[in-house]
């Protein structure tokens, strides 16, 4: 992540407020750990990050201050729920060392902030409303952390539909990712949106539209993280293997 190494260098500070500007400031300050020489100087750099480098950094800061307030929900934090988001950045990311630690210092600063989660919600909702794939890649992201463990706790779920509603997504929408992580004989029908009793051409344009806005082309082109891309890059592989399915179900 360049932009993630021109703030810790030293080189260029950001202008992002809200909750996420305040986790991001918190957050990577500590990791400076000392350096009298770079401390402060996120803030104080009047060079700034480009505007998709913005974009990147209120991603990644957004997503894990959002997967700090989920884990904290129940009023505790259990190991295995830290543990499952430390497999998301190494098994789903792939974050390289200075990553990571960037990725668990804003974990901890969002714990300890005082802002919800339905703060850093709207504020991710406001960078990316108008990128419908990012709202759909942060929602995978929730679901995919909160079932780390095989069970979504209704305390979980509850959290989550408040970002469904903040980011505007149907009631059917919302069923379907839900669903998607759930073993049953539909998951393939709603790994793309779909049900099992649609028509071959409702269920061909639909899969014909996730593969427009999730084609790598496409993703590449919204000023993600890297690490994100590849997750989303996962997700369009995903889809390619439902519709592979559901062909041969059907013979299509």
Not at 14 to 30: K, N
Not at 117 to 141: S, T
Request: charged share 25%.
């Amino acid at each position: 992540m360049s932009w993630l190494g021109k703030i810790v260098g030293g080189t260029l500070g950001f202008a992002v407020g809200g909750p996420v500007g305040a986790v991001a400031g918190a957050a990577f300050g500590h990791m400076f750990d000392g350096d009298s020489k770079n401390q402060g100087s996120v803030a104080n750099q009047n060079n700034r990050l480009s505007t998709n480098e913005t974009a990147q950094m209120t991603f990644f800061v957004a997503s894990f201050s959002m997967l700090a307030r989920l884990v904290q929900v129940d009023g505790r934090v259990t190991e295995p729920e830290i543990q499952s988001v430390r497999q998301f950045m190494t098994e789903d990311l792939h974050l390289n060392a200075q990553s990571r630690l960037a990725a668990e210092n804003i974990f901890r600063t969002a714990m300890a902030s005082s802002e919800s989660f339905e703060d850093f919600a709207r504020q991710f909702y406001g960078q990316f409303h108008d990128q419908p794939q990012l709202l759909d890649l942060m929602m995978d992201i929730l679901f995919r952390v909160a079932l780390a463990d095989g069970e979504l706790h209704g305390t979980e779920e509850q959290l989550i539909r408040s970002a469904a509603g903040i980011f505007h997504l149907s009631d059917d929408r919302y069923q379907a990712f839900r669903s998607r992580y759930a073993p049953d004989s539909d998951k393939y029908y709603t790994l793309l949106g779909v049900s099992s009793s649609d028509t071959n051409e409702t269920i061909k344009a639909r899969y014909r539209k996730l593969v427009r806005d999730f084609h790598p082309d496409t993703i590449a082109s919204k000023g993600l993280p890297d690490e994100f891309v590849d997750f989303a890059h996962d997700k369009f592989r995903e889809i390619q293997e439902a519709w592979e399915m559901v062909k041969k179900e059907r013979s299509i």
